[in-house]
């Protein structure tokens, strides 16, 4: 079953290009080499490649989660499947710059599923204890203008983890990086038609936002103190 299109194309083409400037590694070959449970299908889901099975078995594992913002299962599955490959590349960089980290949030054996996200994505070990962040990613950029929609009670959840959150800017191959989400404005509740339920926006500035290399050693020296 066939069931890219432009906009998904273009996803993945920005997913990969971040592997390569983060971990010099395509997106692909990543996933193969990779422990997930579902990397079989994760695969057939970027090579647009599915089964007939396969579609039934997303369908039966995301039931009508889908729905409330008009994706399919395979367009919601991959949009999961992208968003791990971000964390586990901020996990490997992370590990590269010395800092022990592990997938902490509770889609962590990467299989498809209905899952509640409040636990942040990374747990980071450190001399200090453990420690916290959340990633966020973003394909157009809007990000820095009209701020981070969090879904759900999930700034209330990072802030009870005292969590740090970071964000990749793939469009416009930007990372930021919020240490401290108690000193950042944040708005109200409203009802999100894109996400199809309630955020609320994180407003962010232009000092919030930096290169990749310079944002994982502004995220690592964060974690290390």
């Known amino acids: 079953?066939?069931?890219?299109?432009?906009?998904?194309?273009?996803?993945?083409a920005m997913v990969d290009n971040f592997m390569?400037?983060?971990?010099e590694k395509d997106l692909v070959q990543y996933v193969k080499n990779s422990n997930w449970a579902i990397k079989g299908l994760v695969v057939r889901l970027l090579q647009d490649n599915l089964t007939d099975n396969d579609s039934k078995q997303l369908?039966?594992?995301?039931?009508?989660?889908?729905?409330?913002?008009?994706?399919?299962?395979?367009?919601?599955?991959?949009?999961i499947a992208l968003a791990w490959a971000v964390e586990d590349a901020i996990k490997d960089r992370l590990i590269k710059l010395g800092i022990k980290t592990e997938n902490s949030g509770t889609d962590k054996?990467?299989?498809f599923g209905k899952y509640v996200a409040n636990i942040p994505d990374l747990v980071s070990k450190t001399a200090s204890g453990e420690k916290y962040t959340e990633v966020v990613m973003g394909y157009t950029g809007r990000e820095r203008t009209s701020g981070v929609a969090l879904r759900d009670n999930k700034y209330e959840n990072l802030l009870e983890y005292n969590s740090m959150l970071v964000g990749i800017d793939l469009y416009n191959e930007k990372m930021f990086v919020v240490t401290d989400l108690k000193n950042k404005k944040v708005g109200e509740k409203a009802y999100n038609g894109g996400f199809g339920k309630m955020t609320r926006p994180l407003m962010l500035s232009d000092k919030d936002f930096f290169s990749y290399t310079d944002g994982f050693k502004k995220l690592a020296?964060?974690?290390?103190k």
């Open 1 to 12: 079953m066939k069931f890219h299109n432009e906009t998904l194309n273009g996803k993945i």
């Open 221 to 224: 020296e964060a974690l290390k």
């Open 59 to 79: 369908a039966d594992l995301l039931g009508d989660s889908h729905r409330k913002d008009h994706r399919t299962p395979e367009e919601m599955a991959l949009n």
């Open 20 to 23: 390569n400037k983060v971990l």
């Open 109 to 111: 054996t990467r299989g």
